[in-house]
């Protein structure tokens, strides 16, 4: 389903992702931990093509980019990995101007040509399933972050991708709002849902992922099921990350 191998990126003389490899089969849920500045968002970015890398390959679904530019990838090819994944960033990038209705349609209608009415009835049940059907005509500024974040979730959804990536998606929330959003990914991932997962939620990587991996210093120093890393890790670089976590 999504295939990354080698994956080498740099910024400047820093090299950010240091030869990265990771696959997720479908319907798995993958979590990315570790400390920050590891490497975890970029490697989102460049399975979602929003930055180019140096070397390596990213395959989702079919879907191969290249390495280099962006441009070498081609417009058609980058349409069609839109469609195929979705992305949820620490912050919401919602349309402060639109409703909740019209910001989860939005995908649909303008990029892939759904009518209105078919459009505003899927939104319509995506939303009523995030626990939101209350608040399709509310606007952003009118929402919690927790309401907000799941609008942004609903809004991924909305456009039916194989894959959902999520950047952290609780990090700008408080307790309670994360648990309401974390409720929602359990929910997608009980459904068969493939993802990835950037998370420093320990409870939720456990109980809920397939797999983890460990990013460090750009590189995935160790990865395996959730009770063997958990439970059991091999690298020192994944003691003293999961012994750093639980003091906080």
């Excluded at 019209?102 to 009415?117: E, K, Q």
């Excluded at 929330?173 to 939620?201: C, F, K, N, W, Y």
């Excluded at 009770?227 to 990350?241: G, K, L, W």
Aim: charged fraction near 20%; proline fraction near 5%; glycine fraction near 8%.
């Amino acid at each position: 389903m999504i295939k990354v191998c080698g994956l080498l990126k740099h910024h400047g003389s820093l090299r950010v992702l240091n030869r990265v490899s990771l696959n997720v089969e479908r319907g798995e849920v993958a979590a990315v931990i570790g400390p920050s500045g590891g490497g975890k968002s970029t490697l989102l970015r460049c399975i979602n093509g929003l930055e180019p890398f140096d070397e390596g390959s990213v395959e989702v679904d079919g879907v191969a980019l290249q390495s280099g530019a962006p441009s070498g990838n081609g417009p058609a090819n980058m349409r069609r990995l839109r469609r195929q994944v979705g992305m949820v960033f620490q912050q919401f990038h919602l349309f402060p101007h639109m409703s909740v209705l019209a910001n989860v349609t939005a995908g649909p209608i303008y990029v892939l040509g759904r009518r209105r009415d078919q459009a505003e009835a899927e939104a319509a049940s995506i939303l009523e399933r995030v626990g939101l059907a209350d608040k399709l005509y509310s606007r952003p500024d009118q929402l919690s972050g927790g309401q907000q974040q799941r609008v942004a979730i609903a809004r991924a959804l909305a456009v039916k991708p194989e894959a959902i990536l999520f950047d952290e998606p609780t990090s700008a929330l408080d307790p309670r709002m994360a648990a309401e959003v974390l409720s929602v990914i359990s929910d997608l991932a009980r459904s068969g849902q493939t993802m990835v997962v950037v998370t420093h939620a320990m409870a939720f990587a456990r109980q809920v992922a397939h797999s983890i991996h460990v990013m460090e210093q750009g590189r995935i120093v160790e990865f395996g099921p959730p009770a063997r890393v958990f439970d059991a890790p091999e690298s020192e670089c994944t003691r003293q990350f999961l012994a750093q976590t639980k003091t906080l």
